[in-house]
């Protein structure tokens, strides 16, 4: 953490910029991500590095580059949504940026990988679907632990599920975030008398029969003069004054909602649709402490402990100096709230969008930067601990580390390359396996007639294996660190 002279400098830029803001300041706009403005280091005009195998040339994950090494990390793996043109997909990786899983998103978008409990197990579950101005209209993926789709859950009332927010709850129901256009005034804005604004809803859906039993419109709850974005930022589009983009539930069952473009946190009455109390933003309830002020946050969630956790972007326009996580101590008698911790990245990150704040098991915290393509993994007080980057010109919405087995039902992949000595290199993989040790080569005059020629200790999704050819047919087979056998793939004939 900062020394005391570096963070009083610190936060006199953040007053002096979020006051400029206030003033009606904007930062440069440099490019256009899910059709919002932000700031960043994913712009390129370079093709992103990707992974090439040769058991599995229809994968083509991005290359993970640690920039520093794992110590101390908390346990799990890292599961992304890696969005370009050439890699986007689901992605679930190791502390050395090795791929474990991959699934290629094939031409829809994909956001907010992660591991959830469903009738009582771990699953993975995402969204996907079409991307326009910062909105999604898709649907929520459910897949257990052999990668097979359970179902698929859509928003309700004839909305279209958004990329935002797709929470399961222990009592069976989810909840997600959807948007809607629709007419209203805006001349307190600068707008017209009637004009298209998005309405940002959410709801709390019966995931056995698809019922809702909960539905919240920012409009009916939140006025468009509490924004902070301009309406003349977007011209021709419609005025997306609120921008919901997570939902929550607090320890008394009641729900807390970011809004990214009023930059505040409301803790929402999950009968009545009330809001109980706002933080930060035009009409806070909370005197804010030193250097709690946020701007264009995402991410918010209610700890263990009581804190608030939450992603402060800070920027798209620009108004901070960097992107933080943030941990924050609410006094909700006294209506205070002050700074418990932040964590900023040493490269002075500023993420104009996405991004999130994950409190680990262990004490730990780990940020995914949003638009800013890099993952980070913090102590407890503050030390860098693990940090890794997607290429340029790739993201991810949000970033997790959490715990998975993945147990894949098809086959591993086999393939093998000669040289003119008949010495051989056979590679091996099995997309999603997360318990295979070490590999087999397997090798025999037919398919049914094989015994072990070498092993190998697995070295990422694709392990190689150098070996002397001694009869027609190869096959791998998948050992589990007590040398059981997990899978083998078909033989193939040389």
């Known amino acids: 953490m900062?020394?005391?002279?570096?963070?009083?400098?610190?936060?006199?830029?953040?007053?002096?910029?979020?006051?400029?803001?206030?003033?009606?300041?904007?930062?440069?706009?440099?490019?256009?991500?899910?059709?919002?403005?932000?700031?960043?280091?994913?712009?390129?005009?370079?093709?992103?590095?990707?992974?090439?195998?040769?058991?599995?040339?229809?994968?083509?994950?991005?290359?993970?580059?640690?920039?520093t090494k794992a110590v101390h990390t908390s346990a799990g793996y890292l599961l992304s949504t890696p969005n370009s043109t050439t890699s986007g997909g689901s992605m679930i990786s190791d502390n050395h940026g090795h791929p474990i899983w991959f699934r290629p998103s094939n031409g829809v978008s994909t956001a907010n990988l992660q591991v959830q409990s469903y009738q009582g197990a771990p699953v993975l579950t995402w969204w996907e679907g079409q991307v326009n101005s910062g909105v999604g209209t898709g649907e929520y993926v459910i897949m257990d632990g052999s990668y097979r789709e359970i179902r698929r859950v859509r928003a309700g009332n004839g909305y279209q599920g958004d990329l935002h927010e797709f929470l399961i709850t222990p009592a069976g129901t989810a909840l997600l975030t959807a948007y809607n256009q629709v007419m209203t005034d805006l001349t307190s804005v600068g707008g017209p008398q009637r004009g298209p604004v998005l309405d940002s809803l959410i709801q709390e859906v019966d995931?056995?029969?698809?019922?809702?039993?909960?539905?919240?419109?920012?409009?009916?709850?939140?006025?468009?003069?509490?924004s902070h974005s301009r309406i003349d930022a977007q011209p021709g589009r419609p005025y997306d004054y609120f921008h919901v983009n997570s939902i929550d539930v607090d320890h008394d069952g009641h729900l807390l909602v970011s809004a990214r473009n009023t930059w505040t946190i409301y803790k929402i009455h999950r009968g009545s649709g009330a809001v109980i109390w706002r933080l930060g933003g035009k009409k806070t309830d909370f005197a804010l402490g030193d250097d709690v002020q946020f701007a264009w946050q995402h991410d918010a969630r209610r700890q263990?402990?009581?804190?608030?956790?939450?992603?402060?972007?800070?920027?798209?326009p620009a108004v901070e100096p960097q992107s933080r996580g943030l941990a924050?101590?609410?006094?909700?008698?006294?209506?205070?709230?002050?700074?418990?911790?932040?964590?900023?990245?040493?490269?002075?990150?500023?993420?104009g969008s996405q991004g999130n704040t994950q409190a680990l098991p262990n004490g730990n915290v780990l940020i995914g930067w949003g638009a800013e393509p890099y993952v980070s993994e913090f102590s407890a007080d503050g030390h860098v601990l693990f940090d890794a980057r997607l290429p340029n010109g790739v993201y991810s919405y949000r970033t997790f580390r959490q715990p998975w087995i993945g147990r894949p039902t098809d086959q591993p992949a086999i393939a093998a390359r000669f040289d003119s000595s008949g010495q051989a290199t056979v590679f091996a993989s099995w997309n999603g396996a997360t318990e295979v040790s070490r590999w087999q080569v397997l090798n025999g005059p037919s398919a049914s007639l094989l015994s072990p020629l070498a092993a190998a200790r697995n070295t990422g999704f694709e392990t190689a294996i150098t070996v002397n050819r001694r009869a027609p047919y190869l096959a791998v087979r998948a050992l589990d660190a007590s040398g059981a056998p997990l899978g083998a793939s078909s033989a193939i004939r040389l």
């Not at 570096?6 to 899910?34: D, K, M, P, V």
């Not at 005009?45 to 992974?51: D, G, I, K, S, V």
């Not at 019922?211 to 006025?223: A, G, N, P, T, Y």
């Not at 609410?330 to 990150?349: F, I, N, S, V």
């Open 328 to 351: 924050l101590e609410l006094d909700e008698m006294a209506k205070t709230a002050k700074l418990k911790r932040e964590y900023a990245h040493p490269g002075r990150l500023l993420a």
């Open 207 to 226: 995931l056995p029969t698809g019922q809702v039993l909960f539905e919240w419109h920012s409009l009916d709850h939140v006025k468009v003069d509490h």
């Open 2 to 67: 900062a020394d005391t002279a570096s963070r009083e400098r610190h936060l006199w830029t953040r007053r002096r910029l979020l006051a400029a803001a206030g003033a009606g300041a904007a930062g440069s706009l440099t490019a256009s991500l899910f059709g919002r403005n932000f700031i960043g280091s994913v712009l390129s005009a370079t093709p992103p590095a990707t992974h090439r195998y040769w058991t599995r040339p229809d994968l083509r994950p991005p290359v993970v580059t640690v920039t």
């Open 304 to 316: 263990p402990d009581g804190t608030i956790t939450l992603f402060d972007d800070g920027a798209a």
